[in-house]
């Protein structure tokens, strides 16, 4: 069992880089991922036993290489355009046995592969199926588990994101740097929805969260004098550290105030607190490296009580400088609340009531501020109207647990 584990860590790592590679050589997104497909197949059957070669990614670009130009052959000959063969030959010798497979590639493959999924003509929807099918190596039935949809409708949604993007230019667009924040924003909604699941039964999806994570390590490791690549990666560092203490035995949510901080884990805050505080002093921040301040503040506050508020209010001073949207707003009004007591942040916001009427959150953070208020009816009736319009059942019962605690 340990085998197989190794294995599919292994095929899970080097999957996005094999098939970079073949999309660079030979375009065809689809038919490189299908032979990339029957590779990491090939390998999954014959390593555990066998164990692996002492290049895999060679081995798997090797046998995918196989896959794919049998495929074009047949293609080809069906077609008979002989022409089309010698322009999609290889040009050179990157794809190799295993003695020389070690040949770094012209550019990393993975960081082009997230650069073509985050293409600016794919809706945001889109850019996230098709980074995770596509670099995070989850399958179409995942990915539709995780966002509680039809098989068939995300294999639709895959395949028109892979249809938009034929015939682009493999590779780190001349643009890269303007293209980035849609990379970074990809991988940290993909974040998000593994941190706190939109709608069904449980309140996380790890197995999304610990992908994104691991992704952003990557883009990370690729452009380590990226500040925005560093704070977003210590964002996600320093709230994934408190997920074992955000849910019950049952997988009831338990607020950040209530949560046993001796179950955090540390080694996580300590890696996130120092990628932000190094990013922070190699220039200007940006909102993520923002955020992970936050993040920061609250994770090495030794109490709830201990928190910093005042620290964490200037930052969000900063924050909304930076990027005066909603959701950063709100949390700037519940850091006003703390700081300057529950009517300041009632106040603060009553302006955000048009931008915010349809989710949730606005009614969840009113109804915790009027009951710190003494306005218990009021709380209550906030709590009840968050509850009503949350599609994720831990969340709704906390909420409903609330409402009901403040009847009369």
Known sequence: ??????????????????????????????????????ALLAAAGQWPSAGPPDNPRGWLIKVASRRLTDALRAERARRAREERAAALAPRDAFVTGDGDGDRA?????????????CHPDLPPSAQIALTLRAVGGLTTAEIARAYLVPEATMAQRI????????????????????????????????????????????????DLAGEAIRLTRTVHRLLTDDGETAGLLALMLLTDARRDARTGPHGELIPLDEQDRDRWDRAAIEEGVALVTRALSH???????VRAAIAAVHDEAPTAEATDWREILGLYDVLVRLLPGPVERLGRAIAVAMVRGPQAGLAELDALEDELRTGHRLDAVRGHLLERAGS?????AAYESAAAKTLSLPEQRYLQARAARLRP
């Open 1 to 38: 069992m340990r085998a197989d584990r190794e294995t599919e860590d292994l095929l899970r790592r080097h999957a996005p880089q094999v098939l970079g590679a073949l999309v660079r050589r030979y375009g065809h997104f689809d038919a490189a991922e299908d032979a990339v497909q029957e």
């Open 105 to 117: 590639p012209r550019e990393d493959d993975t960081l082009s592969l997230l650069f073509l999924c």
């Open 159 to 206: 395949s028109r994101a892979k249809q938009k993007v034929r015939g682009v230019r493999f590779g780190r667009p001349d643009n890269w740097a303007e293209r980035l924040p849609a990379v970074l924003q990809t991988l940290y909604l993909i974040f998000n929805e593994g941190h706190t699941a939109t709608s069904g039964p449980v309140l996380q999806r790890r």
């Open 283 to 289: 220039g200007p921040a940006g909102p993520y490296q």
């Open 376 to 380: 218990y009816g009021d709380a209550r």
